[in-house]
C-alpha cells in the first residue's frame, strides 16, 4: 500500500472533518437542522439520540452515501481535510475509498473471504500485482483481529462467519482500501455481547490511526468507546463534548434526560 | 429533579433510598436528643440505650451501601443518577459517623457522672449539639427539597460549631490549670465537644455532596474553617 | 363486565365449543386445498395418460419381411457403372415392379388390378427407398432373392396396433379382406414385426404418416429459441435493470411500466400481427423462418422476461448494494459484480419459463406463415421450418387417421422438451443460487 505514505500526518487536535451549518431534507421533511461538528483525526466520535434523529443520515453526508436517494437535499459545507467534499471537482468515487463505511448489518458480499477484502483494492487498482493483494489482504484482515480465524480458509464464502467475524470482515474490507475516516453505523446492534465487546476492542485499535464516527444506540456503548459524543435530537445536534463530561455532568437538560432515561 | 424515569422502578429505588437516609438523619437527631439528656440528667440508662441504638443506624448505613451498588450495577446510571446514587452513599456514611460520634458521647456519660461538671461548658455543649442537630435536619432537608442554597447556608453554619468548640478549648484548659480535680471530667468534655466539632465537619461534607448532586462540580468556595484550636495555648500566667 | 381480575376459564361450555368450531374450520380449510391439489392432479395424469395411450404407439412401426427377387431385366445392366453414372442408374430403377412382382410370387392369389393394387398398399411407399438403399450398399445382390424388411403402410401399422378393428364393417375400415389374409399368412410365418420407429425421430414431415418425422419441427422450434433468447435476454435484462436501478422514478418510468405489464397480457396472435406487418411486410425477412419466427416470440417474451428480472434485481438486498457504493464503487461496477450475478439465477429462471412459454406457442407464428408444410429440415435460421407446436396444430389437422398417434407423440416430445427446460430452471436456480 505505497499511498499510505501520502497521507499528511495531521495535528491531532486540528479538526479533520468539518460539518458547518449542514441541513439535510428528504423532499418536505428536514432531516438535519444546521449541524455543526468537528471530527478530529484519531478520534472515535459517538453520535448518539433516538430513532429518527438524524445521526445515520448525518453520517451517509459525511461520504455522500445520501446521493442514491433522489429526493435528498443537502446545504452547508461539509469539508475532509479542507476540501469541500461537496464541490463539483470531488470524485464521489474516491470519497467514498477516503471515509469507508461499515453498516448495521453485516454485509459481506457472497464471495470468499479473500474476494470481499480484496474487492476494493482491485477496483481502485490499489495492488500492482497478486504478491501485493496477497499482502494487503492478510494486513487487513490481521488489523481487524481475523487473520488467526480465518487465515486456513480464505476461499470459504465470506457470509459463512459467524455475525461478529462478518462484521470485522466489513471493517476489513473497508480499512483495505486505507481510508481517512471509518463511519460506523451501529456495526454491533445485531451482534452478541462478546462479538460487541470483540467490536469494542477493535475499535479502540483502530482509533490509533483512523477517525472513526460511530452511530450507537447504546449510550453504554458510546461511554466505552467514544472519547467525543454528540447527542442527537430532532435533528439537531444539541450538545457535543468530551465523552466523560456528557456522561458525568451533561450540560444540557435534554442531553441529561436522554442519557439518563427520562420522559423526552 | 426533573422529570421522572421511563422505567419507574428506577425512580422507585432511588426515592426508597432518599427515605433510607431521610430516616436515618431522624435516627441520628434523635441520638445526640438522647445523648445530651443523659448527660445533662446523668441518665446511664438512656446512655446505654443511645449507645444500644447506633447499631440501627449502622444497619441502614450498610442497607443503604448495598443498594446503591446493586443499582450501579443493574441500572448503569449515568449523569446525575450516577452523581445521586454515589453521593447518596457517601452522604450514608457521613451519617453513620456523625451517629458513631454520639455513640461516644454516650460512652462517656458514665465517668461524668460521677463527677462534678462544669456549668460552663454544659451550656457550650448543649449549644453545639442544638447547633449539629439543626444542621443534620437542614441538610437532610436540602439533600431531599435538592436545594443547593439551604445546602450552602448549612455549609457556612459549620464556621459557628467551630468557634463554640474554639471557646470551649479555652474554658476547659482554664478550668484545668486552675483545678487540677477537673482534669478527667474536662478532657472528657474535650474530646466530647471535638468529636460534635467533627461532626459538624461530616455535616459540612454532606452539604457538599447535595451541591455535587445537583451541580455536578465540587463547591468551589473555600471551606469555612474556624477551628484554632489546634494552634491554642493558654499560659496559666496569662490573664484570660 | 369481564372481572379482568378473576383469570380466564378456559374449561367452560362455550370456550370448548370455540376450540372446536375452530379445528372444525382448519380442518374444512385443509381439506379443501387438499381436493383442490389431487383434482389438479388428476387433471394433470388423465392428460398424460391419454396422450401416452395415443402417442407412445407413435414411436413404433411394423415392418413386413418381404423376399425380393433383385430381377437384373428390371434393374439393367448396371454391374459396370460407376460414379455418377451408377447413382444415376439406381435412381431410375424401377423399385415398384421389384415389389410388384415379389409379392405377387408370395402371394399367387392376387390376380386382377385391384389386387395387385391392393398388394402394393401393404408395404409403405417408401419401400422402394429402403430396396434402393440395399442396392447401393452393395451391388452384388443382384440376381439374388434377399428378405428385406419394409416399412408397412400406415394402414398395415394401424391395424398391427390395433387402431383398425378386424370386425368393423369391411366397407368403411380401409383394410380389405384380402389384405387381411394375405398379412395373417405373413404373421403366421412371421414375417410381420414392430420395431422402434426411428423415422419419427430423424426425418422432416411427410404426407404420408408412417414416414412423417418430427425431426424438422424441432430443429425448426430450437433455431427459433435461439434467436429469440439472442434477442430478449440481452434486450430484457438491460431493460430491467436500468428500470430498476438508473432510471428515474416518474410520470415517464410509471407509464412503461404500466405498458410492460399490460404486454405481458397481450393476446399472443397480437404479436404474431405485429411480427408480420413489421418484419415480413417493412423488413422482408424470408417468410417461415425461424428468424421471422425468434423476433416475433422474442416481442411477446420481452415483458415476462422484464418482469421477471426485475423481480430477480429486486430482490437482491440493499445492503449488498451499499456495500459496494460504499466501497467506492461505480453505479455500472455495483450492478455487474454485485447485482446481476446476485439475481441471475432468478433471471436465468424466468427467462428459461419465458422460453418454456415460446416454446409452447403455435398462434403467433400462425400469423407469419410457419404453418406450411415444409419437408426439409432447415439448416439456418433464414430457411423455412415449421416448429413443434404448429406442427402438432398441422398434423392434428390432416385428414389421414394415421397422424392421429403422430399428433399425440409429438406432444410427448414437446412435453418432454418442456420438462427437460423447467428442470433445467430448477437445476440453475439450486445451482446459481447463493445465500446473503
Known amino acids: 500500500m505505497d499511498n499510505a505514505a501520502e497521507i499528511t500526518p495531521q495535528a491531532p487536535t486540528q479538526a479533520m472533518i468539518q460539518a458547518c451549518d449542514v441541513n439535510v431534507y428528504y423532499g418536505d421533511d428536514h432531516a438535519i437542522r444546521n449541524v455543526n461538528l468537528d471530527i478530529a483525526p484519531k478520534t472515535v466520535t459517538a453520535l448518539i439520540g433516538p430513532s429518527g434523529c438524524g445521526k445515520s443520515t448525518f453520517l451517509r453526508c459525511i461520504n455522500r452515501m445520501n446521493d442514491t436517494i433522489a429526493s435528498c437535499r443537502i446545504t452547508g459545507t461539509i469539508t475532509l481535510d479542507g476540501q469541500d467534499i461537496y464541490d463539483k471537482s470531488i470524485d464521489v468515487v474516491q470519497l467514498r475509498a477516503r471515509v469507508g463505511m461499515v453498516f448495521q448489518k453485516p454485509n459481506p458480499f457472497p464471495k470468499s473471504i479473500y474476494d470481499n477484502v480484496a474487492y476494493g483494492p482491485r477496483i481502485h487498482g490499489l495492488a500492482r500485482n497478486h504478491t501485493e493483494l496477497d499482502q494487503i489482504v492478510f494486513t487487513s484482515l490481521q488489523k481487524s483481529g481475523l487473520w488467526d480465524e480465518v487465515k486456513d480458509r480464505l476461499d470459504t464464502p465470506g457470509t459463512s462467519l459467524s455475525g461478529g467475524q462478518q462484521q470485522r470482515l466489513c471493517i476489513a474490507r473497508t480499512i483495505a482500501v486505507n481510508p481517512e475516516v471509518i463511519l460506523m453505523d451501529e456495526p454491533c446492534s445485531a451482534l452478541d455481547p462478546i462479538a460487541t465487546a470483540v467490536i469494542e476492542e477493535l475499535v479502540a485499535e483502530l482509533k490509533e490511526r483512523f477517525a472513526i464516527v460511530f452511530v450507537t444506540h447504546s449510550m453504554q456503548q458510546a461511554a466505552r468507546i467514544s472519547q467525543k459524543t454528540a447527542f442527537f435530537y430532532l435533528g439537531e445536534i444539541i450538545e457535543f463534548g468530551d465523552t466523560t463530561q456528557i456522561f458525568t455532568n451533561p450540560r444540557v437538560e435534554k442531553t441529561k434526560d436522554y442519557i439518563t432515561g427520562r420522559y423526552g | 429533579m426533573s422529570q421522572n424515569h421511563i422505567l419507574s422502578s428506577f425512580d422507585d429505588e432511588l426515592n426508597d433510598l432518599r427515605a433510607k437516609i431521610v430516616k436515618m438523619g431522624g435516627l441520628v437527631d434523635k441520638q445526640y436528643k438522647n445523648a445530651f439528656i443523659a448527660l445533662k440528667t446523668k441518665d446511664q440508662n438512656l446512655a446505654a440505650e443511645v449507645y444500644q441504638a447506633d447499631r440501627l443506624v449502622d444497619q441502614l448505613d450498610a442497607d443503604i451501601e448495598k443498594q446503591a451498588i446493586q443499582m450501579i450495577a443493574l441500572r448503569s446510571p449515568v449523569a446525575n443518577d450516577l452523581r445521586d446514587i454515589v453521593s447518596t452513599m457517601k452522604i450514608s456514611a457521613g451519617l453513620e459517623r456523625i451517629g458513631d460520634y454520639a455513640k461516644n458521647l454516650a460512652k462517656r456519660v458514665k465517668v461524668l457522672s460521677n463527677r462534678e461538671t462544669i456549668s460552663v461548658s454544659r451550656a457550650l455543649i448543649k449549644q453545639m449539639i442544638k447547633q449539629i442537630r439543626s444542621m443534620i435536619s437542614d441538610v437532610i432537608d436540602a439533600y431531599i427539597s435538592r436545594d443547593i442554597d439551604k445546602a450552602i447556608d448549612v455549609w457556612r453554619r459549620d464556621k459557628e460549631v467551630d468557634s463554640l468548640y474554639n471557646s470551649l478549648f479555652r474554658e476547659m484548659l482554664t478550668y484545668m490549670m486552675e483545678k487540677p480535680q477537673y482534669i478527667t471530667s474536662a478532657t472528657h468534655l474535650l474530646f466530647i465537644a471535638k468529636n460534635i466539632e467533627r461532626a459538624g465537619d461530616h455535616a459540612t461534607n454532606i452539604a457538599e455532596l447535595v451541591y455535587y448532586i445537583n451541580e455536578g462540580e465540587l463547591l468551589a468556595l473555600k471551606r469555612p474553617k474556624d477551628d484554632s484550636s489546634n494552634y491554642m495555648e493558654v499560659d496559666p500566667s496569662d490573664d484570660s | 363486565m369481564i372481572d379482568m381480575k378473576q383469570g380466564t376459564i378456559w374449561e367452560t361450555k362455550e370456550m370448548q365449543a370455540r376450540l372446536r368450531r375452530r379445528y372444525r374450520k382448519e380442518r374444512i380449510f385443509k381439506s379443501v386445498g387438499l381436493g383442490g391439489l389431487l383434482v389438479g392432479l388428476l387433471a394433470l395424469a388423465i392428460l398424460v395418460a391419454s396422450v401416452l395411450d395415443t402417442g407412445l404407439s407413435g414411436f413404433r412401426e411394423t415392418r413386413l419381411k418381404i423376399d425380393i427377387y433383385m430381377n437384373p431385366e428390371i434393374i439393367g445392366n448396371v454391374k459396370n457403372l460407376h460414379g455418377d453414372a451408377w447413382t444415376k442408374q439406381v435412381r431410375d430403377v424401377d423399385y415398384g415392379a421389384l415389389i410388384r412382382n415379389s409379392l405377387r410370387t408370395k402371394f399367387p392369389d392376387a390376380k386382377s388390378r385391384h ?181 416475433t416470440l422474442s416481442l411477446m417474451t420481452l415483458p415476462t422476461l422484464i418482469i421477471a428480472s426485475r423481480a430477480a434485481i429486486r430482490a437482491v438486498p440493499p445492503s449488498i448494494r451499499d456495500a459496494a457504493i460504499s466501497m467506492g464503487a461505480s453505479p455500472v461496477q455495483t450492478q455487474l459484480h454485485h447485482v446481476l450475478p446476485l439475481s441471475m439465477p432468478g433471471i436465468l429462471t424466468g427467462t428459461i419459463l419465458g422460453m418454456a412459454q415460446a416454446l409452447g406457442e403455435t398462434a403467433p407464428l400462425l400469423m407469419i406463415g410457419m404453418v406450411a408444410f415444409i419437408v426439409d429440415i432447415p439448416k439456418g435460421v433464414l430457411d423455412a421450418a415449421a416448429v413443434l407446436p404448429v406442427q402438432i396444430f398441422l398434423w392434428a389437422d390432416s385428414p389421414e387417421r394415421g397422424f392421429m398417434e403422430k399428433t399425440s407423440a409429438a406432444i410427448i416430445v414437446l412435453l418432454v422438451f418442456l420438462v427437460l427446460m423447467n428442470g433445467l430452471a430448477i437445476w440453475m436456480r439450486h445451482k446459481f443460487e447463493r445465500r446473503w
Not at chain 3, 145 to 156: D, F, G, H, R
Not at chain 3, 213 to 234: D, K
Open chain 3, 115 to 295: 389386387d395387385i393394387f391392393g398388394l402394393l398398399k401393404l408395404v409403405s411407399s417408401d419401400a422402394r427407398v429402403e430396396i434402393m438403399n440395399r442396392l447401393i450398399k452393395d451391388r452384388n445382390i443382384i440376381g439374388k432373392t434377399i428378405p428385406i424388411n419394409l416399412l408397412s403402410s400406415s394402414i398395415v401399422d394401424m391395424y398391427e396396433k390395433g387402431q383398425i378393428l378386424r370386425s368393423s364393417d369391411a366397407s368403411t375400415r380401409k383394410i380389405s379382406n384380402k389384405q387381411l389374409a394375405w398379412l395373417d399368412k405373413l404373421q403366421a410365418e412371421g414375417r410381420v414385426t414392430s420395431q422402434f420407429n426411428w423415422t419419427f425421430l430423424t426425418s422432416g414431415d411427410s404426407r404420408e404418416p408412417e414416414l412423417a418425422g418430427i425431426l424438422g419441427a424441432a430443429v425448426g422450434s430450437f433455431l427459433t429459441l435461439l434467436v429469440t433468447l439472442a434477442i430478449a435476454f440481452p434486450i430484457g435484462v438491460a431493460t430491467a435493470i436500468y428500470l430498476e436501478e438508473f432510471a428515474p422514478k416518474n410520470k415517464w418510468t410509471d407509464l412503461i411500466e404500466i405498458n410492460i405489464n399490460n404486454l405481458a397480457a397481450v393476446p399472443s396472435i397480437i404479436f404474431g400481427l405485429l411480427g408480420l406487418a413489421i418484419f415480413l411486410n417493412i423488413f422482408n425477412i424470408p417468410r417461415s423462418s425461424p428468424l421471422v419466427g425468434g423476433l
